[in-house]
């Protein structure tokens, strides 16, 4: 345990969930969102471990079972799904490691509260050690009778009570925010919780990155790469530089500590783009909006798109306002 008590307050995210819930709060939401951190600390746990599994699995043979062998992402997934599926706080769940909505088991009470989440975004990274991270969003229901349906998952971002996301990085983060700024939360391994870190984030100015998959270069339609081309170099541009991880949640957080925009454009044989809708593009925008900036698809606030489907794809530019509506505006959308 290494707190300095020089520090003003030691907050832990329990204290700063519970002191900042709605006042007729049931105790339902912040629950869940106990739930969640919690999910973040075991998955922490074994992303720290990464590479490890196999050297230990053979050492200890005793109690090394198929699952230590399962790929971290589906890992994720489990241990999302299975503190939550019983607690009586949702309706129901997505993820995108899942094709269809993922029901309450019977003989569960149902809650009014419905989970999206992207287990562990960036997974192809984890064999290189490289950052990866947690992404969730909560609706409400819109179900009085609580069936847990498709439509209670396909809502617009707009309509989220809160969005988050971990980052596992040279530190473990879980950013998170219910419509009342952005709030970081350090974890400390040795003590095992959250500590507040970062309080009201917002994206400094002026931004130092633009961060985008320049490979993709001529896939992009002449407005996109205009606006590539203004970001770095552009007249009243603030000359950025570029820093791509590829690991969208590691790139955003840089972006949101040090302003930017992370872009995954439409491409010219690829008009939705790559990142999904519900389980990360949308979650991040409503942070960014909290944060003092913007999340576009290049012609409106990705929150006003509706989902029609749960794998939605679309394109996305996010990150400080400024940067984003020169977007819209270059892409001759406004
Ligand atoms: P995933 O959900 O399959 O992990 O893919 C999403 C990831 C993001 O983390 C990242 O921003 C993007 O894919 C990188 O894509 P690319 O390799 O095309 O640059
Ligand atoms: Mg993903």
Redesign the pocket.
Known sequence: MDISLQSKKIVTIERFILENQPVNARGDFTNLMYDIALAAKVIAHKTNRAGLLPILGRAGATNVQGEDQQKL?VYADDVLYKLCDHTGRLCVMAS?EREDIIPIPEGYEKGKYVLVY?P??????IDVNVS??TIFGIFRTLDLDRRGRLEDCLQPGRDLLAAGYVLYGSSTMLVYSTGKGVHGFTLDPDIGEFLLSHENMRFPEPPAYYSV?H??WPRWSPQVQAYMKWLRDGDDSPNLSER?I????A?FHRNLLRGGV?L?PAELRKPQG???LLY?AAPLAYLAEQAGGYGSDGTQSLLNVKPQSLHQRVPAYIGNRTLVEKAEAMLGTK
Not at 246 to 249: A, H, P, T, Y
């Open positions: 992402d995108e992207d562990l975004d960036g997974s192809s990274n990866i991270g998959n490979a993709y791509y590829g690991s969208l949640v790139d992370f995954y790559k990142l999904r990360e």
